[in-house]
């Protein structure tokens, strides 16, 4: 593989960590107002951007806060450090494309001596202890035919599409489904992988970044 002509771009809720940060403090501060958010998102009355919005707006949190809820609840997926070591090694573009939020990816990956790295993704503004979100898009941008989503993961692929011959794309959920319709090569797991089975997808299952590390570095067991 010719690494200077490929980048690789990865998801990081529950992809880069074992469980969704997002999903996790929602669950953590449900109640029955974002409840019904989420019957009004899944019966077509509010799109994504305004799910998002209004369920964050229901969280009382700080940013010291919620900056101590992602360094004390949430751990690396394991091989991720030996993959990131790799990347350096092999000097290959990498980038993270989220749906999440970027203040806590970044003191994520801070704890974890993890440097270097693009991240585009949304972001929090606190307000004491209320939240509201900014979106790495213009609010209402559609540019992939699929509803607006914040930070489309589509356009991003296809800017580094322009610059590389090859783009890898590792994802395991949601907001992966159309950008993994359109990568060179896609690992998928969880819900991103059922997604790519049902539509016919060609990608690699993987569990952890050991299997990835083995796919794309040649490296033997775990």
């Known amino acids: 593989m010719n690494?200077?002509?490929?980048?690789?771009?990865?998801?990081?809720?529950?992809?880069?960590t074992t469980e969704d940060t997002n999903d996790k403090l929602v669950g953590i501060h449900w109640n029955k107002n974002i409840e019904e958010y989420w019957n009004d998102f899944r019966n077509g009355k509010i799109n994504l951007l305004e799910l998002i919005e209004l369920q964050f707006k229901e969280i009382k949190l700080t940013e010291e806060e919620y900056t101590e809820f992602i360094l004390d609840e949430f751990e690396l997926t394991n091989g991720f450090e030996k993959f990131y070591r790799n990347v350096?090694?092999?000097?290959?573009?990498?980038?993270?494309?989220?749906?999440?939020?970027?203040?806590?990816?970044?003191?994520?990956?801070?704890?974890?001596?993890?440097k270097d790295i693009k991240v585009y993704?949304?972001?929090?503004?606190?307000?004491?202890?209320?939240?509201?979100?900014d979106f790495y898009d213009k609010k209402g941008l559609d540019c992939c035919n699929n509803g607006p989503?914040?930070?489309?993961?589509?356009?991003?692929?296809?800017?580094?599409?322009?610059r590389y011959e090859q783009v890898i794309f590792i994802g395991d959920g949601f907001t992966d489904k159309w950008v993994a319709e359109i990568a060179d090569m896609v690992f998928a797991k969880d819900s991103?992988?059922?997604?790519?089975?049902?539509?016919?997808?060609?990608?690699?299952?993987?569990?952890?970044?050991?299997?990835?590390?083995?796919?794309?570095?040649?490296?033997?067991g775990k």
């Open 149 to 162: 989503c914040g930070n489309c993961k589509i356009r991003h692929y296809k800017n580094y599409k322009s």
């Open 192 to 220: 991103l992988l059922e997604y790519c089975k049902e539509k016919g997808i060609d990608c690699i299952r993987w569990d952890d970044f050991n299997d990835i590390n083995k796919i794309l570095f040649m490296e033997r």
């Open 3 to 16: 690494w200077s002509k490929t980048a690789i771009l990865v998801d990081f809720d529950g992809t880069i």
């Open 88 to 114: 350096r090694k092999y000097n290959i573009t990498l980038a993270i494309v989220s749906g999440g939020f970027k203040n806590g990816i970044d003191v994520f990956l801070e704890k974890h001596g993890i």
């Open 121 to 133: 993704a949304n972001s929090f503004i606190f307000d004491e202890d209320n939240i509201s979100v």
